[in-house]
């Protein structure tokens, strides 16, 4: 007589398991392994090259910065490329890294509570049993750890790309351009969760953080253009994100503490969506 064995999945590791949310977590982690690690090799490329072309354009970039206009240098969030670190926010840290980092918090944060929900593998997970609120901190915890593992890819190809080209920059500030970068995956990560648990639709998550992504950059890009909306761009995560030049400058506590704080806010506002909605998977 034979025997059929089938793969263990997370509800039947979930049922198993002593800890259920950690099973949920690790599983969670290890499904988007292979879009963590096509980002962290991107972001290490991308570290390898800022650093390669540096000493081959420095002298150029010495010569034209002054000619720039405001509003080009305005819009790359006052980058000086006639520096290192201004060479590196202008080339890597002002678009290429956040975006980057934040499209890993959004796909993960999609795939938690909407994807289980539209795949009908959420109802089989909820009666492992699974508490509602454990099964999303599960999730919450596994984008958290997809968003600082991509961020500090980030910070390992900038480590790689000041060896090749002989940067010279400090690793307090790379460490805290990497604290950044990961802050604000943190926050649009946290957007989609609450999204994703209010609604159950992983297409809604996806369009409504990737909107809030690319209209708050616009605001903290364009509004210091005019003198009299240059005050606005504080309404943006963007500017506490790199307002502070934290690859010249290091950390800045008080802006890192207002974007997390804000994550924070958000998560709540979704576990209580999520405790009082009608689910359907």
Do not use: C
Not at 47 to 66: E, R, Y
Not at 151 to 171: I, K, W
Not at 195 to 200: D, E, K
């Amino acid at each position: 007589m034979s025997t059929t064995r089938t793969a263990p999945t997370p509800a039947t590791r979930a049922g198993a398991a002593g800890n259920p949310g950690i099973v949920i977590a690790s599983y969670a982690v290890r499904d988007k392994l292979a879009l963590l690690g096509t980002v962290s090799a991107a972001m290490l490329g991308m570290g390898l090259l800022v650093g390669a072309l540096w000493p081959s354009l420095k002298d150029t970039f010495a010569d034209i910065q002054d000619s720039l206009p405001d509003a080009f240098v305005t819009v790359l969030a006052g980058a000086d490329m006639s520096t290192p670190s201004g060479w590196a926010n202008a080339e890597m840290l002002s678009m290429v890294a956040p975006a980057a980092v934040i499209a890993v918090a959004v796909i993960s944060a999609a795939k938690s509570v909407a994807g289980e929900e539209e795949s009908k593998t959420l109802g089989v997970l909820l009666a492992a049993p699974v508490p509602r609120s454990a099964f999303l901190w599960a999730k919450v915890a596994a984008t958290a750890v997809h968003v600082v593992l991509a961020s500090v890819a980030v910070g390992v190809g900038l480590l790689l790309g000041d060896l090749v080209g002989d940067m010279g920059l400090d690793v307090a500030g790379i460490v805290g351009a990497s604290l950044h970068v990961a802050a604000l995956g943190l926050l649009f990560g946290a957007v989609a969760l609450a999204v994703s648990a209010w609604s159950g639709s992983a297409r809604l998550t996806t369009a409504v953080a990737a909107g809030l992504g690319g209209l708050s950059f616009a605001l903290a890009s364009f509004l210091p253009l005019s003198d009299s909306l240059t005050e606005g761009a504080r309404t943006s995560p963007w500017y506490y994100y790199n307002s502070s030049d934290p690859l010249a400058n290091g950390a800045e506590p008080v802006h890192l503490l207002v974007l997390v704080a804000l994550a924070s806010l958000v998560l709540v506002g979704g576990q209580r969506g999520f405790a009082r909605r009608d689910l359907r998977g």
